[in-house]
């Protein structure tokens, strides 16, 4: 691996223009008006990984988006690494927020990457943090230092809940057999601060709908007398959080896992600024269940926020109706033992009591994941931890996520195998919101760490 | 007024005709390409008032459409009726729901009208109820036996918010001096329940933007930790009422009226299905302040309702977005007594202390009108009141209705009087839907009615 820095200044500016033509085909898999948009982005990452040189490079199609497979056998006796990314990005709104089109890839430089950021929607969440790992393919390949065996799996659907990989995975289970799964799509603390993502929150997502009456009604002849379903949905929604901002659901908290004083303890000890925090998002105070650090509200403890509400008039002016529907996206965020299926049917079953009489109401699970922890004695652990010794010349940080791959529990269950979380974002690269951005440090600094970790995490397995 | 009857049952099938001929006009003032008909409609108009025999008729030019003015005054010793109406109509969409077109009006007869209504826009509100005053004025002058001076203000706006009337009142105050302002452009109770509208309900409209983090954040990385709009809004929406849904901000029933029993139990007298009501909702149950019937929720007790809701992801499928901003539209009925602008100032007030650190809220007022009440005991009322009792051979049930007809409050304030509101239509009439009709019977009911008025306001207010 010694030429690896060489090799990444020598080919720099073509990995980032591979990655810029990537940025520019809105992969967006929640609309379905860019199908042909996914499915050539699909086609460009197969193309990706042949030219890595990645064998038996296969578009696997499923009921929705394919996933692309390929693949690299040097010797069945040595270890294998399964890569998994995915090629999918978020729907980019609201457009009007964003500083240039988020399909129309620009690089600027900033005051924290003085070496200059991509800005496009997916530039770090995936298409980024992904296309890392063919780059490491490709120096691996060409520079014979490949020392194991590593296989691809590059999903479309992440981004709406992974709705046809498992049936992937359990069909495929020999295929994709592995001794480490490894993902590039979490953030470090800081670019000095090297940290592997260690847990992972798991998710429930529904959609409520709320119905009074059958048609939409003129608010003076019918305000005041009827259940109006928005003043009801918000009543709802308010109810499942009490004073404390602990959730109401009965049973929510049955399983959570309650951190011990010194694991809370050596949490604590991750740098962070709470000022720098309520700074970087304009707010005057932070928010969220009592009793609780900042850090620890969004990772060790489950959540419920409401991602989108809707109903009645929205447009320009005024109109004075009562809406016959109102609706919401609602998100629950989980911990390791909550089961995701069984929470949705928590929900579901309090959503449905807690409705008053005057009103229908209807709970459309969307999906969900199971939460994640990964050991820190794991082989996997040990050397991720090594490779960012190499690179950082620091060792990582373990860190608890708030975030869900829900793929992660389920790569566990089905293939028997752990997952390492090597990210390389920053928490400011404003994933799913507009103007997301990479750092290109962040990017060759990534393809710089990922072959050590293969290294050594062949010779640490043997 | 002995020979009306004969009068009608002579004339009944020119009256219809001639309605007929002014609904086919498609006078839909808040579409421009309708232009010309509008214009056609107030001439039109003219005309009938001439043949009505007024005197002095008018189109008065405005910044939009005209008003067609009209008068006739016999002695400046006796009173002046002034009767105001609209000629413009509502926009007829959804066209396939209507069963015939709607300009081309048909005769039909229905189970409620067995003497037939007439199918067309505009039939009821208010071509059919405007007219109803030309034909009786037709009858008076004819017959040598209009008891008092009348003036006749027959705007085009009305459908749109009267955009132009307030000035042409202010303009014209002399003008348009009057001791009762007649007005037909409401309901009653049934064919065979008279009723008069006293009083009508204010407004106050508002727009709510609450501001949580600068930029849509990643629920998994960010939830739980900060407040996140949409669920400060639900919040804060859910706090405006308490458990017996009485609205909570400080001082905003400081100033309503109170009805004695005595007043509660009259109004309790008009016929009321709670289970039709219901029925025609479909909904299981009435929702409202505790300790008022369905009746007076919707009349004589103000009222707040969220008219419209937005915030995060409402596209197709799932986004685990905390959105940055959450808004909503929210109105407020009023009663007599609340001044639209102090319950606005109010309701920002509340509404800006109650929001939670971490957020910001802005409230921008959109636009309310004053309610309004005519008193039971007025000259006005009692002769509309004998005037039914003289045709219906039943005293009219005095009734509060929840909409808002601002202009009422502005010919208060600019002219100084009260204003009648005798409408003959009925709810089944469906105004502003697809289908609108008017009863033959109502039609020639009101021609019959409305000479009374003039006789017995003459009579009393001498």
Known sequence: MQNIKSYIKENQQRFIDELIALLKVPSISADSAYKADVLETANIIKLSL????????EICETEGYPIVYGEKIIDKNLPTVLVYGHYDVQPPDPLDLWNSPPFDPIIQKTDLHPEGVIFARGACDDKGQMYMHVKAMEYMTSQNELPCNVKFMIEGEEEVGSVNLSKFVKANREKLKNDVILISDTGMIAKDVPSITTGLRGLSYVEVEVTGPNRDLHSGLYGGAVANPINVLSKMIASLHDENNHITIPGFYDKVENLSDAERAEMAKAPFSLDAYKKSLD???????????????????????????????????????????????????????QDWEDITQLFKTHFENIAPKGVKVKVNPHHGGQGYVTPIDSDGY?????????????????????????????????????????GFGLDSDAIHSPNEHFGIWNYLKGIETIPWFYKYFTEISR
């Open 50 to 57: 042949e030219k890595s040189g990645c064998d038996h490079v």
């Open 382 to 422: 040990k050397a991720a931890s090594k490779a960012y010794e190499q690179t950082f010349g620091k060792t990582p940080i373990p860190q608890r996520s708030g975030g869900s791959i829900p793929i992660v529990s389920l790569f566990e269950q089905e293939l028997n195998s752990k997952t390492i979380l090597m």
């Open 283 to 337: 707010i005057d105070a932070v928010y969220g269940e009592e009793g609780y650090s900042t850090n620890e509200r969004n990772s060790i403890r489950p959540t419920l926020d409401v991602n989108g509400i809707w109903g009645g008039y929205t447009g320009e002016g005024a109109k004075t109706v009562i809406a016959s529907k109102a609706y919401a996206k609602i998100s629950m965020r989980l911990v390791p033992n």
